[in-house]
């Protein structure tokens, strides 16, 4: 399995999908830290959560690459389950690198305020990253060609599912839970302080659990699809 992750991989990057998601991460980027300095937690909980959509987008181009006929041969050959998983981790892998390089940018441009307690913004900043991982590769997946079946249905499910996460999470009132917890915790990180234990044990559950719905209707609407 660990050979089809890395072919999906090379034939994302060597293939030039990549570049639209990177040119894409360099605009927001510029966005975010082109006003000066922040502290490290507000500065990193809005660079996930600006981060979202283009890790879905990432992952639907990626899982879009493979064409329908090798798509077919890999479920042939390691199975469908370890086939969808494949994909999966190809792009939380892609996802995790753009995480990384997104935390480390504003370092080149003075984006961060070192006045500030840097260890504890820079450990809440991973974990809003990592917050933010999942539920955009679960959506990116769900928006995938094999799960839509076209491309025209799985950017309309990519578009309405991101505008779904801003203006819900943003509301806070209507049923937040349908959305991961993506600007909940933007929000958390740019109140003064450092947010209570508890709030992040809940912001993390929240996650989880939305993260385990979407992966299994993922795997369900994958079963009746080649």
């Known amino acids: ?78 199975g469908p389950a370890r086939e969808a998983v494949a994909g999966v981790l190809a792009a939380t892998l892609l996802s995790l690198v753009v995480c990384v390089a997104a935390m480390a940018a504003p370092w080149l441009f003075h984006g961060i305020d070192t006045s ?12 809003a990253h990592l917050l933010a991982v999942p539920p955009a590769v679960a959506v990116g997946a769900l928006a995938s060609r094999a799960v839509t079946g076209s491309v025209r249905m799985g950017l309309t499910v990519l578009v309405v599912a991101a505008v779904l996460v801003v203006v819900l999470g943003l509301s806070g009132s209507f049923a937040p839970w349908l959305v991961p917890p993506v600007m909940a915790t933007a929000r958390e990180l ?6 209570p234990a508890g709030t992040l044990a809940l912001l993390t559950a929240w996650a989880a659990a939305w993260c385990a719905v979407a992966f299994l209707g993922y795997g369900w609407l994958r079963r009746g699809r080649s």
Not at 190 to 195: A, S
Request: charged share 15%; proline share 7%; no cysteine.
């Open 190 to 195: 740019n109140d003064p302080g450092v947010p």
């Open 1 to 78: 399995m660990m050979a089809l992750v890395a072919m999906r991989v090379a034939g994302f990057v060597r293939g030039g999908r990549a570049l639209a998601p990177l040119i894409a991460v360099l605009v927001e980027l510029g966005v975010i830290y082109g006003g000066g300095p922040s502290p490290a937690a507000v500065a990193y909980g809005y660079s996930a959560a600006a981060l979202f959509p283009v890790l879905a987008w990432l992952t639907k181009l990626l899982l879009d690459t493979e064409p329908d006929v090798q798509r077919r041969l890999a479920r042939l050959s390691v």
């Open 116 to 127: 500030t307690d840097l260890g504890t913004g820079i450990a809440l900043g991973v974990l």
